[in-house]
T-cell receptor, first 112, second 117 residues
Framework: SQQGEEDPQALSIQEGENATMNCSYKTSINNLQWYRQNSGRGLVHLILIRSNEREKHSGRLRVTLDTSKKSSSLLITASRAADTASYFCATFLLEYGNKLVFGAGTILRVKS | GAVVSQHPSRVICKSGTSVKIECRSLDFQATTMFWYRQFPKQSLMLMATSNEGSKATYEQGVEKDKFLINHASLTLSTLTVTSAHPEDSSFYIC?????????????FGSGTRLTVV
């Protein structure tokens, strides 16, 4: 299975702190994507990093990718209560068709 | 940006009846649509991939006759849960990509909460 694993499963921090979530996967990839899901809602695409990229930034988000370790991390800096959500990594590999395979997700709670 | 509309957002049906969920791409042509199922506090499990005008490709363990998928146009895919039972109660989410979309991230619908009583 290509499905990734994420850690931690749950993370609770204070507003203003940084939150780091990690994702590991099993096979080679073309790209890795991070998504956010608010409770009972659909997923929102946050950021995509290609296999030949090592780091990418978008606003308060920073994503790293280490293909040798088959792992990625998502850092949210200066967290806000509104960042409270579930975060999922998803891998894309062309050989598997164009489907995404999702990790287990991290539930982030930011306390104000 | 790309928008995917999913309806209904919530549905309650009686056991044995069928329920249809629609997924529409509003501002782009979706060459491929995906249907996922999500149990509480769990990740998304891909059920099937559908390409416009062709039969859907189902993941292992997903019953084709129970979860009927139709992708009749480049902007609409439907998932019909036939003869629903309480164990089919779940959160169903669709996503869509257009040509080359796999390089830019997928767009998801807002999900459908199905409760079978």
């Amino acid at each position: 299975s290509q499905q990734g694993e994420e850690d931690p499963q749950a993370l609770s921090i204070q507003e203003g702190e940084n939150a780091t979530m990690n994702c590991s996967y099993k096979t080679s990839i073309n790209n890795l994507q991070w998504y956010r899901q608010n409770s009972g809602r659909g997923l929102v695409h946050l950021i995509l990093i290609r296999s030949n990229e090592r780091e990418k930034h978008s606003g308060r988000l920073r994503v790293t990718l280490d293909t040798s370790k088959k792992s990625s991390s998502l850092l949210i800096t200066a967290s806000r209560a509104a960042d409270t959500a579930s975060y999922f990594c998803a891998t894309f590999l062309l050989e598997y068709g164009n489907k995404l395979v999702f990790g287990a997700g991290t539930i982030l709670r930011v306390k104000s | 940006g790309a928008v995917v509309s999913q309806h209904p957002s919530r549905v309650i049906c009686k056991s044995g009846t069928s329920v249809k969920i629609e997924c529409r791409s509003l501002d782009f042509q979706a060459t491929t649509m995906f249907w996922y199922r999500q149990f509480p506090k769990q990740s998304l499990m891909l059920m099937a991939t559908s390409n416009e005008g062709s039969k859907a490709t189902y993941e292992q363990g997903v019953e084709k006759d129970k979860f009927l998928i139709n992708h009749a146009s480049l902007t609409l895919s439907t998932l019909t849960v036939t003869s629903a039972h309480p164990e089919d109660s779940s959160f169903y989410i669709c996503s869509a990509i257009g040509a080359g979309g796999e390089d830019y991230g997928y767009t998801f619908g807002s999900g459908t909460r199905l409760t079978v009583v």
